[in-house]
T-cell receptor, first 114, second 113 residues
Framework: NAGVTQTPKFRILKIGQSMTLQCTQD?????MYWYRQDPGMGLKLIYY???????DKGEVPNGYNVSRSTTEDFPLRLELAAPSQTSVYFC?????????????FGPGTRLTVL | KQEVTQIPAALSVPEGENLVLNCSFT??????LQWFRQDPGKGLTSLLL?????REQTSGRLNASLDKSSGRSTLYIAASQPGDSATYLC????????????FGSGTQLTVLP
């Protein structure tokens, strides 16, 4: 099992550019999540999904979009990148929901918007 | 709105010392509380998960306690080792947001050889 994989590991974007952060899990988990972590801060939830075709907003969804066409993949799309989106992005997954089940995290994508 | 606080932000101890990391939260209506470890440049690894009906969980040299009435959790690390050096984050699910973890900002622990 590779667990949760994320690509790319690092990326620099110019203001106004767009990109997609990829996330794949091979554990057949139902739930998938996207978080961002700003320096010296805890993680904040951007979007989550409870299964293929079902997504919902988290605490900080503005400027992002997601889709979940398969159980394994949960890409995060940034449209019109802004300096405020400079952060480290983590994808996570779990079989059951967070009320009962721990989450498994990917290694993160470090994004800089200049 | 639930707020999670971890103090201190950084802690340095000599090897072999027993230590306690603190986590406090403002709303006692929670489903569970988790402690994670984060190594530089890596993702988070779950250490312990305590359900709201439980008072503590143990794994090896780690023991986490939960006191909902006082809004506090502690992570006890026995006989610390340099390999324990990492950032430790607590996170919880509030009853009002069953699908969202609220994270503290973490305590950066350094264990000196």
């Amino acid at each position: 099992n590779a667990g949760v994989t994320q690509t790319p590991k690092f990326r620099i974007l110019k203001i106004g550019q767009s990109m997609t952060l990829q996330c794949t899990q091979d554990m057949n988990h139902n739930y998938m999540y996207w978080y961002r972590q700003d320096p010296g801060m805890g993680l904040k939830l951007i979007y989550y999904s409870v299964g293929a075709g079902i997504t919902d907003k988290g605490e900080v969804p503005n400027g992002y979009n997601v889709s979940r066409s398969t159980t394994e993949d949960f890409p995060l799309r940034l449209e019109l990148a802004a300096p405020s989106q400079t952060s480290v992005y983590f994808c996570a997954s779990s079989y059951f929901g967070p009320s009962t089940d721990t989450q498994y995290f990917g290694p993160g994508t470090r994004l800089t918007v200049l | 709105k639930q707020e999670v606080t971890q103090i201190p932000a950084a802690l340095s101890v000599p090897e072999g010392e027993n230590l306690v990391l603190n986590c406090s939260f403002t709303d006692s209506a929670i489903y569970n509380l988790q402690w994670f470890r984060q190594d530089p440049g890596k993702g988070l690894t779950s250490l312990l998960l305590i359900q709201s009906s439980q008072r503590e969980q143990t794994s090896g040299r780690l023991n986490a306690s939960l006191d909902k009435s006082s809004g506090r959790s502690t992570l006890y690390i026995a006989a610390s080792q340099p390999g324990d050096s990492a950032t430790y984050l607590c996170a919880l699910i509030s009853s009002g947001s069953a699908r969202q973890l609220t994270f503290g900002s973490g305590t950066q622990l350094t264990v000196l050889p």
